[in-house]
T-cell receptor, first 114, second 115 residues
Framework: DVKVTQSSRYLVKRTGEKVFLECVQD?????MFWYRQDPGLGLRLIYF???????EKGDIPEGYSVSREKKERFSLILESASTNQTSMYLC?????????????FGNGTRLTVT | AQKITQTQPGMFVQEKEAVTLDCTYD???????LFWYKQPSSGEMIFLIY??????QNATEGRYSLNFQKARKSANLVISASQLGDSAMYFC????????????FGQGTRLTINP
């Protein structure tokens, strides 16, 4: 089974702090993704990566950056956390570009910015 | 414009009944894939079923089936013989175009199974 591991289940940070969310997958998947989930809005894509050191903006990249230095690891960075970034953050990976390749998700990190 | 629309914010169903969760989508690309995910209260997203735009038959996976009506751009999830453990959020998602990686999700439907 694919395992996608997010380093923290819960995080509480202060406004203005730099925040790192880490994600590791163990199945040599090409693609990795960061989504945020908010009630009534579903999942919205922040950034994704299709290869090491490659990244593409998703639908809501403002206020975020990402890093993929190794194939198995994809980090989401909040340069200066704000209260409107309080949310559930979900990391996912997929094997390749095949249309039927599903995303496999981690358990999520619930971030609260105070 | 919304790419994926799930019009039922919440549904309540008696145990053992069948349930249909609605999903409509919007794309002009002839090549796309549709996915359904389940998210229990524990939070993990579980992949349930996939339907490709060129697939001739409706997808099935155990108690899950997908009622795919291409002309109407709908991909409803049908759960047969519902169980208490089916209570969860359900999300419909689409990947459009050849070689595309990202999935676009709907807002979700919260399904509650009553004993």
């Amino acid at each position: 089974d694919v395992k996608v591991t997010q380093s923290s289940r819960y995080l509480v940070k202060r406004t203005g702090e730099k925040v790192f969310l880490e994600c590791v997958q163990d199945m040599d998947h090409e693609n990795m993704f960061w989504y945020r989930q908010d009630p009534g809005l579903g999942l919205r894509l922040i950034y994704f990566s299709y290869d090491v050191k490659m990244k593409e903006k998703g639908d809501i990249p403002e206020g975020y950056s990402v890093s993929r230095e190794k194939k198995e690891r994809f980090s989401l960075i909040l340069e200066s956390a704000s209260t409107n970034q309080t949310s559930m953050y979900l990391c996912a990976s997929s094997l390749n570009r095949a249309r039927n390749s599903p995303l496999h998700f981690g358990n999520g990190t619930r971030l609260t910015v105070t | 414009a919304q790419k994926i629309t799930q019009t039922q914010p919440g549904m309540f169903v008696q145990e053992k009944e069948a349930v249909t969760l609605d999903c409509t989508y919007d794309t002009s690309d002839p090549s796309y894939g549709l996915f359904w995910y389940k998210q229990p209260s524990s939070g993990e997203m579980i992949f349930l079923i996939y339907q490709g735009s060129y697939d001739q038959q409706n997808a099935t996976e155990g108690r899950y089936s997908l009622n795919f009506q291409k002309a109407r751009k709908s991909a409803n999830l049908v759960i047969s013989a519902s169980q208490l453990g089916d209570s969860a959020m359900y999300f419909c998602a689409m990947r459009e175009g050849q070689g595309a990686q990202k999935l676009v999700f709907g807002q979700g439907t919260r399904l509650t199974i009553n004993p």
